[in-house]
DNA sequence: GTCTATACATAGATAGAC
DNA sequence: GTCTATCTATGTATAGAC
């Protein structure tokens, strides 16, 4: 059914390919306005779900007129599949740290900074990704049980090597990315949440980087992991 | 602004007080189709979301005609509002179980198992609440600013207590709250993800026990705890 | 207290001038 | 390639018969 949203359908053709019809002087109108589009659909997504986004707010918010964003997405739900495309294709990345030859202790450390940097820096994304799993994860069925899931049993299979070497605490390896992920994503998507709980009106950078240490020392002591303290 | 989903305003006393002016017989039929609406509405928030939602389709799932869902919540806003209130009085129980003179590990691990348990026994719930502090928390701001942070402040100082005795592991207390509802809510959240990294396509009863197990362990071991190998 | 029929607003999407 | 005006569908909410 959902065949995943990196693959290109007929429909995606027009709006992915590069050489456009009668592309402006520079070329550069057409990605303009598609960054410009995708950018505020990401952001309303974010705020409002995929259901309370309208077409109207993601066109104000991107600066142009409602049928201009119609033209370049024909519909919201194509245009939902693009943002998601987007945010896809950064997801896997920062487990490249975790390889088999690497030490435990430094590589999830990793890890877990780049799962908390992009917490901080794109927080939007973390929620429109987690919002799409809530409801059901209907769009993107397809890259959870290919791509996801072939990545986390491959990097699953090193920690378990890791720990038949003795090298980390035995802990099931899959269920142990759950971890990371809930606790490192939970910043972004509760933020509402901890900052209330806090009282505070905003996580600065410098929170950031003291939540992070905290992160990274509590999941590493749950792997019977530490870093050296340098 | 937002004065908290429990505040009762003027238009929630019509749904809120026991005396219906002409009740039914038994006087269960308002009490039956109040259930009724809200157990669909939860649902079907948790499905698609506030702004996905249709009052047709709440009704539809209700079994009771559209109208009949209006004359009980004047608006969809409303009903929303109390699904939320219904779902807001279950949300801090658990922490009863962590005392100052219980013992960390046994009073922790208590807490994480009935947090699992919820999850499993009503994700839905739990979904619904994600979906509203994702979302902003507009509507559930005064209980999270309030309630919950007057509770974490109360519970922290108990596991400050305990780290002050040296009975756990010197941890930003509030922080770790954190991990715990990031954890075990993750599994109601993101079930979709987690099944189908693990490639299942539904999780019994059998798996959750064995999932809590390894969560249990796993945050316990994060906070310098153990339990007895019983 | 229930429910059919309907009003009214707004959404997504398109036609067609520029 | 852009954008105003507009069509159509659907959603929330209500009036009023039962």
Same mark, same amino acid.
């Given at each position: 059914?959902?065949?995943?949203?990196?693959?290109?359908?007929?429909?995606?053709?027009?709006? =992915?390919?590069?050489?456009?019809? %009668?592309?402006?002087?520079?070329?550069?109108?057409?990605?303009?306005?598609?960054?410009?589009?995708?950018?505020?659909?990401?952001?309303? !997504?974010?705020?409002?779900?995929?259901?309370?986004?309208?077409?109207?707010?993601?066109?104000?918010?991107?600066?142009?007129?409602?049928?201009?964003?119609?033209?370049?997405?024909?519909?919201?739900?194509?245009?939902?599949?693009?943002?998601?495309?987007?945010?896809?294709?950064?997801?896997?990345?920062?487990?490249?740290?975790?390889?088999?030859?690497?030490?435990?202790?430094?590589?999830?450390?990793?890890?877990?900074?780049?799962?908390?940097?992009?917490?901080?820096?794109?927080?939007?994304?973390?929620? =429109?990704?987690? #919002?799409?799993?809530?409801?059901? %994860?209907?769009?993107?069925?397809? !890259?959870?049980?290919?791509?996801?899931?072939?990545?986390?049993?491959?990097?699953?299979?090193?920690?378990?090597?890791?720990? %038949?070497?003795?090298?980390?605490?035995?802990?099931?390896?899959?269920? !142990?990315? !759950?971890?990371?992920?809930? =606790?490192?994503?939970?910043?972004?998507?509760?933020?509402?949440?901890?900052? %209330?709980?806090?009282?505070?009106?905003?996580?600065?950078?410098?929170?950031?980087?003291?939540?992070?240490?905290?992160?990274?020392?509590?999941?590493?002591?749950?792997?019977?992991? #530490?870093?050296?303290?340098?």
């Amino acid at each position: 059914m959902a065949q995943g949203v990196g693959g290109a359908s007929k429909k995606d053709q027009k709006s =992915v390919r590069a050489d456009a019809p %009668a592309a402006a002087p520079e070329g550069g109108i057409r990605r303009e306005n598609l960054r410009r589009i995708l950018t505020a659909a990401e952001q309303v !997504f974010a705020e409002q779900g995929y259901g309370g986004a309208t077409t109207a707010a993601i066109a104000l918010r991107a600066g142009l007129p409602k049928a201009n964003v119609h033209y370049y997405f024909s519909t919201k739900h194509d245009l939902y599949r693009a943002v998601l495309a987007d945010i896809l294709k950064q997801w896997l990345d920062p487990l490249a740290h975790v390889t088999p030859d690497s030490d435990p202790a430094q590589a999830l450390a990793g890890y877990i900074r780049a799962k908390m940097r992009a917490t901080r820096d794109r927080p939007v994304v973390s929620k =429109v990704f987690a #919002s799409e799993i809530i409801h059901g %994860a209907a769009e993107i069925e397809g !890259f959870l049980t290919s791509d996801l899931k072939k990545l986390v049993d491959e990097k699953s299979a090193v920690l378990d090597g890791w720990i %038949a070497e003795g090298r980390m605490a035995p802990v099931d390896t899959r269920h !142990f990315f !759950f971890f990371i992920w809930a =606790v490192t994503q939970h910043y972004a998507d509760f933020d509402a949440q901890v900052r %209330a709980v806090l009282g505070r009106k905003k996580l600065t950078r410098r929170d950031f980087d003291a939540i992070t240490v905290e992160v990274v020392r509590f999941i590493l002591r749950g792997a019977g992991l #530490s870093l050296p303290t340098a």
